[in-house]
């Protein structure tokens, strides 16, 4: 391939990306005019248009799109691959950009980077917390974080955390009047306390499993959060059952601020992966994050 059919690819992504010839050229480096004469030229050597330009807005046509999803994701292999032999130096370095929940970031991502960054001055992290599921090569992420059982096949997913299990609480206040639930199908006699998970446009429904046979339950009640420390809070205060990771209650139970419910109904479960796209060759950098991670209990 002619470098110049390269860096006009490059530049049509850019364009493509942004939606803006004024952001694609701050972008790149170049004038406006420059990118824009750039664009008529690909346009003109592949004899298709690319872009739909009007006064207030660029959006690629269905050839544009059919180019973005092809070429697009090849370019930045590439790009990954020379960045990776640029980092091939005494110390990894470059910036690490991961997508993870809360609840991962601070049980497992921000403990191993308390103790690995010290050591690598030129390393720098990105975390991103989303409640829901990222595309983390559509959105440029290095690496993400799941649970075990929620991560894609074309993923290499390693291990980074032990088993977890969810328990289903409630404050003492809250059973006075109420009869204690003896299978998950009595959730519905009770006032819960629901999670929103906004990747599934819903309600976290329930996973309960005992003896081989899996349940699942859409619970109701007059509360709702996207938090669990708002969810642990609620029950706490005697507003219902919630249903949470064993380790958020734990202390609350040894103090005896919340009560047990449906315990054998909450088998251990792959607990949270680190996964990255399988054709992605690791940075060094990226190398020494993922053997701080590795989970060796």
């Known amino acids: 391939m002619r470098r110049d059919n390269v860096s006009d690819l490059n530049a049509f992504l850019a364009v493509a990306r942004e939606r803006s010839f004024t952001r694609a050229a701050a972008q790149l480096g170049v004038s406006q005019s420059a990118l824009s004469q ?22 690629p046509t269905e ?21 990776a032999i640029g980092e091939l130096r005494d110390k990894p370095a470059g910036t690490i950009r991961i997508t993870s929940s809360e609840h991962a970031a601070e049980t497992i991502l921000w403990p191993a980077m308390q103790r690995l ?9 990105e975390l991103s917390l989303e409640a829901g599921f990222t595309d983390i090569v559509a959105e440029r992420f290095d690496a993400g974080v799941r649970l075990g059982e929620q991560v894609e096949k074309d993923m290499i997913a390693v291990r980074i955390g032990p088993e977890m299990r969810m328990a289903a609480v409630a404050a003492a206040s809250y059973l006075a009047d109420r009869a204690v639930p003896a299978s998950p199908h009595d959730l ?3 006032d819960c306390i629901n999670l929103r998970l906004p990747t599934l446009g819903g309600f976290y429904a329930w996973e309960f499993e005992k003896d ?23 029950a706490e205060a005697g507003f ?22 449906l315990e054998d109904w909450c088998p251990p479960f792959p607990g949270y992966h680190l996964y ?5 060759q690791p940075t060094p950098a990226f190398t020494v994050l993922l053997e701080a991670l590795r989970y060796r209990g």
Do not use: C, W
């Open 38 to 59: 750039t664009l008529r030229n690909l346009e003109a050597r592949l004899g298709v248009r690319l872009l739909t330009r009007t006064t207030r807005s660029v959006a």
């Open 63 to 83: 050839a544009g799109e059919r180019l973005m999803l092809t070429i697009g994701p090849r370019l930045e292999e590439i790009e990954a691959e020379l960045a």
């Open 117 to 125: 960054l010290p050591g690598y001055p030129d390393i720098k992290l």
């Open 188 to 190: 519905a006699r009770h």
């Open 212 to 234: 081989g046979r899996a349940l699942n339950v859409r619970v109701e009640g007059r509360l709702a959060f996207n938090s669990a420390r708002m969810i642990l809070s609620a």
């Open 240 to 261: 219902g059952v919630g249903f949470l990771p064993e380790d958020h209650v734990l202390e609350a139970l040894a103090k005896g601020q919340l009560v047990r419910l």
């Open 276 to 280: 990255y796209p399988s054709r992605r």
